[in-house]
Nanobody, 115 residues
Framework: QVRLVESGGGLVQPGGSLRLSCAAS????????MGWFRQAPGKEREFVAQ????????YYADSVKGRFTISRDIVKNTIYLQMNNLEPEDTAVYYC????????WGNGTLVTVSS
């Protein structure tokens, strides 16, 4: 089993920044990649960003390109999501995802962008 623990959510004003973290523990091999999804109230869960564990290639949703940056720490089995220039539309519960031979999910962390 794989355990994913997210942190870093909170309330921020429009234009502000937050950094999310997700630490993976347990049976984390083979780990192909990790990423972030989000679910806003009344909407379906959507892809935000992903990073391949080998090589570090990154992928982003069009809505966050240029504002969000995903990175990884291989030693700590941790990923980060640096979110800049946040908009009210970014308000959602952010879920960490790990891709092994199956998909694993964290419990989510709430990000609220509001003045």
């Amino acid at each position: 089993q794989v355990r994913l623990v997210e942190s870093g959510g909170g309330l921020v004003q429009p234009g502000g920044s937050l950094r999310l973290s997700c630490a993976a523990s347990g049976r984390t091999w083979p780990l192909y990649g990790m990423g972030w999804f989000r679910q806003a109230p009344g909407k379906e869960r959507e892809f935000v960003a992903q990073i391949r564990w080998s090589g570090g290639m990154t992928y982003y949703a069009d809505s966050v390109k240029g504002r969000f940056t995903i990175s990884r720490d291989i030693v700590k089995n941790t990923i980060y999501l640096q979110m800049n220039n946040l908009e009210p539309e970014d308000t959602a519960v952010y879920y960490c995802n790990a891709k092994l031979t199956a998909d694993f999910w964290g419990n989510g962390t709430l990000v609220t962008v509001s003045s």
